[in-house]
């Protein structure tokens, strides 16, 4: 479908002159981000994006054919951003922002019109559990309890921090019995954790799912504490009024409002390098720009040292880390996205109509295995029994539909090479969405009736859009052993440093990852203030590298 992009710019802004601190690549989030706060330090910065529109994957479009139907095409459910340090030190609600946390946040309905609930107040969603399993809810409170200490004094402010090396944090952690308790647990899988913890399939496929929504691989060692920490956060799903591309354009008002420039359709062809260091981009159209202080990629390994830089300038062995850096392991996302007459209503209301007002919805979810099998099918290329999840936006913003009208849609994971060739999906992608929508309907039967117009997203068309999700992989690199932390993107190079002095790296290639978290970014902008010896009183965490 050809779409248009919500509050976009048309207009390309011309930077004021060709030499600035410094320069930026990639207007995502994260890009946005660390201009933002380098801003607000007193530097002169410019940022180059490729689209028409800044914001990555914080993107919202609107239907052509159907003017006022709005599709948040990448990141819907912003996890907790209100709570992120940027977003108060950016002053995001001042430059418009607003985000929306429904109470009943994650349902998941089963075929029988069961329904397992998470909600903001962990004593509903322990009273949710109870229905399944008196043990497994008295299992939750346990591990929530336990680990809200671990959550609220390690892991969040290890997300919002440069990362230590591995044998300082085992050291660090091992001083306390909250760190070592954390190091036990981390020993496990998440499908061991799961397993030795829970009793009953409905939680244990729940649990399993929605920690692999979050991308972390079930099946590896060194993640068993996610499941734990997902069941102790304080962090819940949101949304943004107006779409997700609202929170962008805050952060487009924040950057400008510091003096930032950002330059659109612009996409780079060179990451300039002088005597050893990083002084400027020449760009496709042949224009140079000249940094004083640093350049800062936000794009992943494979554009930033394979792409943009001469390859007698990047070590052998840099070389070859790049390219083992690895993409899309658990599978990208395939969207239905759909303009209704009305909300989906759930069969499942009858006993529960609380679903009425249910955020994100997961369907199809039936056994246990069925995550894993996910995975086995991205492997062959091949399609999977239907697991899917989504919203409808408009139950919680009716301002992203026409008056009366709403929005829905579901995500699935599916493989990027479909029968071995990722271009086999623009034969496939609309037929699957009708399996889709066939699915949803056996939930929802008024969908039947409801539907009035559709289209779909491709992993190839997110590859498309965002280059820098290689394979479509929504994280920009996976979340496995060797690619996390210190060793995001490769092992040793979590410092947001590179070897080229005045480059750095700021996206989602880097600690703590991808989604809409915005610490990448924040976590670079500790660094290069810190490299360039300037003071920001306004980060909420010292600045310690
Ligand atoms: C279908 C889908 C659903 C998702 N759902 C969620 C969700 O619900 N919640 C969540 O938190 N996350 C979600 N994500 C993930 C989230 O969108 C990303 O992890 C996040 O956008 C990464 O932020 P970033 O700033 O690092 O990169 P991006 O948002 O990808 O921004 C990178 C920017 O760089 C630009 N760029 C790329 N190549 C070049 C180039 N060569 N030159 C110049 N500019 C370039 C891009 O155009 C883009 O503007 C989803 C992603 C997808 C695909």
């Known amino acids: 479908m050809d779409a248009r992009h919500k509050g976009g710019h048309d207009d390309v802004v011309i930077g004021m002159s060709d030499t600035y601190d410094g320069i930026i690549l990639g207007?995502?989030?994260?890009?946005?981000?660390?201009?933002?706060?380098?801003?607000?330090?007193?530097?002169?910065?410019?940022?180059?994006?490729?689209?028409?529109?800044?914001?990555?994957?914080?993107?919202?479009?609107?239907?052509?054919?159907?003017?006022?139907?709005?599709?948040?095409?990448?990141?819907?459910?912003?996890?907790?951003?209100?709570?992120?340090?940027?977003?108060?030190?950016?002053?995001?609600?001042?430059?418009?922002?607003?985000?929306?946390?429904?109470?009943?946040?994650?349902?998941?309905?089963?075929?029988?019109?069961?329904?397992?609930?998470?909600?903001?107040?962990?004593?509903?969603?322990?009273?949710?559990?109870?229905?399944?399993?008196?043990?497994?809810?008295?299992?939750?409170?346990?591990?929530?309890?336990?680990?809200?200490?671990?959550?609220?004094?390690?892991?969040?402010?290890?997300?919002?921090?440069?990362?230590?090396?591995?044998?300082?944090?085992?050291?660090?952690?091992?001083?306390?019995?909250?760190?070592?308790?954390?190091?036990?647990?981390?020993?496990?899988?998440?499908?061991?954790?799961?397993?030795?913890?829970?009793?009953?399939?409905?939680?244990?496929?729940?649990?399993?799912?929605?920690?692999?929504?979050?991308?972390?691989?079930?099946r590896v060692r060194g993640f068993g504490h996610?499941?734990?920490?997902?069941?102790?956060?304080?962090?819940?799903?949101?949304?943004?009024?107006?779409?997700?591309?609202?929170?962008a354009r805050a952060l487009e008002a924040a950057v400008r409002e510091s003096g930032g420039?950002?330059?659109?359709?612009?996409?780079?062809?060179?990451?300039?390098?002088?005597?050893g260091r990083a002084v400027g981009v020449e760009t496709a159209a042949g224009e140079v720009f000249r940094a004083r202080h640093f350049v800062a990629s936000s794009l992943n390994p494979h554009q930033t040292f394979l792409d943009l830089i001469d390859d007698a300038l990047v070590p052998r062995q840099v070389r070859d880390q790049v390219a083992r850096f690895q993409y899309n392991l658990l599978a990208p996302l395939f969207a239905l996205n759909l303009n209704l007459a009305e909300p989906p209503r759930y069969e499942a209301r009858a006993n529960h109509p609380e679903l009425d007002r249910a955020f994100m919805v997961i369907l199809g979810l039936d056994h246990v295995d069925q995550f894993p099998e996910i995975v086995r099918h991205h492997e062959a290329g091949t399609v999977p029994p239907t697991v899917m999840w989504g919203a409808c936006p408009t139950l919680f913003d009716q301002s992203q539909a026409p008056a009366g009208r709403h929005t829905a849609f579901m995500w699935e994971k599916l493989p990027?090479?479909?029968?071995?060739?990722?271009?086999?999906?623009?034969?496939?992608?609309?037929?699957?969405?009708?399996?889709?929508?066939?699915?949803?309907?056996?939930?929802?039967?008024?969908?039947?009736?409801?539907?009035?117009?559709?289209?779909v997203c491709t992993p190839l068309d997110t590859e498309r859009s965002?280059?820098?999700?290689?394979?479509?992989?929504?994280?920009?690199?996976?979340?496995?052993?060797?690619?996390?932390?210190?060793?995001?993107?490769?092992?040793?190079?979590?410092?947001?440093r590179t070897h080229i002095p005045g480059l750095y790296l700021c996206g989602s290639s880097s600690h703590p990852g991808g989604n809409i978290t915005g610490l990448p970014a924040y976590n670079a902008a500790q660094v290069l203030l810190a490299d360039l010896g300037l003071k920001a009183d306004w980060l909420s965490l010292p600045v310690a590298v």
Not at 226 to 239: C, F, G, T, Y
Not at 421 to 445: C, F, I, S
Request: aromatic residues 8%.
């Open 466 to 496: 965002l280059p820098n999700m290689r394979e479509g992989d929504l994280l920009v690199g996976a979340f496995t052993n060797g690619q996390v932390g210190y060793d995001r993107p490769f092992r040793g190079a979590g410092t947001y």
């Open 226 to 247: 996610h499941i734990a920490a997902l069941l102790a956060s304080p962090a819940k799903a949101q949304m943004s009024r107006g779409g997700s591309a609202a929170v």
């Open 27 to 218: 207007a995502g989030h994260n890009g946005l981000i660390l201009q933002a706060y380098l801003g607000k330090a007193g530097l002169k910065t410019l940022t180059l994006e490729r689209k028409a529109v800044a914001g990555g994957g914080l993107a919202t479009l609107e239907d052509p054919r159907h003017p006022g139907f709005l599709h948040n095409t990448h990141a819907f459910f912003q996890r907790a951003i209100t709570t992120m340090p940027w977003y108060a030190d950016l002053e995001l609600e001042r430059h418009g922002a607003h985000l929306i946390e429904p109470e009943l946040n994650v349902a998941l309905i089963t075929r029988d019109q069961r329904a397992l609930e998470w909600w903001t107040d962990i004593e509903r969603t322990i009273a949710s559990f109870e229905t399944f399993s008196k043990r497994d809810a008295e299992t939750l409170r346990r591990w929530h309890n336990d680990f809200v200490p671990i959550v609220r004094d390690i892991l969040i402010p290890e997300g919002r921090s440069p990362p230590l090396s591995p044998d300082e944090r085992a050291a660090r952690l091992r001083r306390t019995a909250a760190g070592r308790r954390l190091m036990e647990v981390s020993a496990l899988s998440p499908l061991e954790f799961v397993h030795q913890e829970f009793e009953h399939p409905t939680v244990k496929a729940g649990l399993l799912f929605f920690n692999g929504l979050r991308e972390v691989d079930l």
């Open 261 to 275: 420039e950002i330059r659109l359709l612009c996409e780079p062809r060179r990451i300039l390098v002088e005597g």
């Open 416 to 455: 990027y090479r479909l029968n071995g060739d990722p271009g086999t999906w623009d034969r496939a992608g609309a037929q699957h969405g009708e399996a889709m929508l066939a699915l949803w309907r056996q939930y929802a039967p008024n969908l039947r009736d409801a539907v009035l117009d559709s289209f």
